[in-house]
């Protein structure tokens, strides 16, 4: 039997799919992440934004096209805002939500609809065998920021953390050259008093390379990083959300910092890390943003000099209190995100620039129009050239910017 996992959206989700992957592995399947031919589809989708919810819909074509007789289970964060726009495509369909992903492959000859109430604690799923060379492990769930213009609160409910202990067992299980240590909020984990900080100082042991997933603003401090200074192989790569260098919007966000602390906090970091690969995420075009606003945004992009940057429009979600606000034109949100997109690319050329001549980690994933594909630890996309995959993070010679990170020569 062929079954295929597909996800749409965050990391979290590719933790929770790649926990099912492990399981129909056990189960005697033959499993891909991508969309091929199989005979049952779990569709892990997303709601993030109109956007995302629309491509978790539009799957079911797709998967039809390669079985129309396939079993499709639809779950995630876009079935948990609207169950009925999956669950009356078809009667062979199973619809979960958020909750409860464990329990989906004991539901495999289920159909109909299954929403889960919220759960309170965190839910343990089954170690992570991953696809991929770089291993995710989810250590935290739900939110309680409740910004005014994301729907995710309202569809993962609280904020929720995973014990340690299962952490420290599922790495050292797995034994990936890489672990991603991520969370819906990951920067709210607090597991019995234990915070992320602390929770940093528990994986000292472990013998992989640790990455962190996106972090907020507040978690920011000498303690968190003098302690991952002192983690034995920390990829110094840290995507710190911003979401606008506005005061006024980032208030009406309802986000818990201003532009100058997000400042302070990209400082404190250079001084512990000046390597360091910055990234973020900006919305553009956020109902009360003036032209003002937008240039305040394009002025933190140029005082940061980021690695990389994620921009996407404003995506009024039901639900939320922004989506009440009076949306802007899409002309002028294109507009502006095209002019942000120019200085994404510009930014990506400069952090590849500054790194010419120095020697980084370089960790394989693919091979692609005859060139070796990863990433460095501060998250610069690496080519390279005359290399054996072997599984091992090789020294890497960054020798100039090359498509959108750099080309770079393996050093012996």
């Known amino acids: 039997m062929k079954a295929v996992v597909f996800t749409l959206g965050c990391k979290v989700n590719e933790c929770e799919s790649d926990s099912l992957i492990a399981g129909l592995i056990e189960r005697g399947y033959e499993v891909s992440d991508k969309l091929i031919p199989a005979d049952l589809y779990i569709v892990n989708t997303c709601a993030v934004t109109a956007e995302a919810e629309k491509k978790s819909r539009q799957t079911a074509a797709r998967i039809k096209k390669l079985n129309a007789n396939a079993k499709i289970i639809f779950t995630g964060c876009?079935?948990?805002?609207?169950?009925?726009?999956?669950?009356?495509?078809?009667?062979?369909?199973?619809?979960?939500?958020?909750?409860?992903?464990?329990?989906?492959?004991?539901?495999?000859?289920?159909?109909?609809?299954?929403?889960?109430?919220?759960?309170?604690?965190?839910?343990?799923?089954?170690?992570?065998?991953?696809?991929?060379?770089?291993?995710?492990?989810?250590?935290?769930?739900?939110?309680?920021n409740f910004c005014s213009y994301c729907i995710i609160p309202?569809?993962?409910?609280?904020?929720?953390?995973?014990?340690?202990?299962?952490?420290?067992?599922?790495?050292?299980?797995?034994?990936?050259?890489?672990?991603?240590?991520?969370?819906?909020?990951?920067?709210?984990?607090?597991?019995?008093?234990?915070?992320?900080?602390?929770?940093?100082?528990?994986?000292q042991s472990v013998d992989?390379?640790?990455?962190?997933?996106?972090?907020?603003?507040?978690?920011?401090?000498?303690?968190?990083?003098?302690?991952?200074?002192?983690?034995?192989?920390?990829?110094?790569?840290?995507?710190?959300?911003?979401?606008?260098?506005?005061?006024?919007?980032?208030?009406?966000?309802?986000?818990?910092y201003t532009a100058e602390e997000y400042i302070e906090k990209v400082d404190l970091i250079r001084r512990y890390f000046p390597d360091a690969g910055i990234t973020t995420d900006i919305i553009v075009g956020f109902p009360t943003e003036t032209e003002k606003d937008f240039n305040d945004t394009l002025e933190l992009v140029e005082r940061v000099k980021f690695s990389d940057i994620h921009p996407f429009p404003f995506s009024p979600r039901s639900g939320t209190v922004a989506y009440k606000m009076q949306d802007l034109p899409s002309e002028i949100k294109k507009e502006r995100l095209n002019r942000l997109l120019e200085i994404k690319a510009q930014s990506k050329v400069a952090f590849a620039t500054q790194m010419v001549g120095k020697t980084l980690e370089f960790l394989f994933e693919e091979e692609?129009?005859?060139?070796?594909?990863?990433?460095?630890?501060?998250?610069?996309?690496?080519?390279?050239?005359?290399?054996?995959?072997?599984?091992?993070?090789?020294?890497?010679?960054?020798?100039?910017?090359?498509?959108?990170?750099?080309?770079?020569?393996i050093k012996e």
């Open 78 to 144: 876009a079935t948990q805002k609207n169950y009925k726009a999956f669950a009356d495509k078809s009667d062979a369909y199973l619809v979960t939500g958020t909750f409860n992903k464990n329990k989906i492959l004991d539901m495999l000859d289920k159909s109909g609809v299954d929403i889960s109430p919220p759960c309170e604690s965190y839910e343990e799923l089954a170690f992570v065998k991953t696809l991929r060379t770089r291993s995710y492990v989810k250590v935290q769930d739900g939110c309680n």
């Open 154 to 203: 309202y569809l993962r409910g609280r904020s929720r953390s995973r014990s340690p202990e299962s952490i420290i067992e599922e790495i050292n299980s797995v034994n990936p050259t890489e672990a991603v240590i991520n969370g819906i909020n990951l920067s709210a984990y607090d597991y019995n008093g234990v915070t992320l900080t602390g929770l940093m100082q528990k994986l």
């Open 208 to 256: 992989c390379r640790i990455r962190l997933g996106s972090l907020e603003v507040r978690v920011i401090d000498d303690a968190f990083l003098t302690v991952l200074k002192n983690l034995r192989n920390f990829a110094p790569h840290f995507h710190l959300s911003l979401q606008s260098g506005s005061n006024a919007v980032l208030k009406k966000m309802n986000r818990h």
């Open 368 to 409: 692609k129009d005859g060139y070796f594909e990863g990433y460095s630890e501060n998250y610069l996309r690496l080519y390279v050239k005359d290399f054996t995959p072997c599984g091992k993070i090789k020294k890497a010679v960054v020798v100039k910017p090359f498509k959108d990170g750099a080309l770079a020569e």
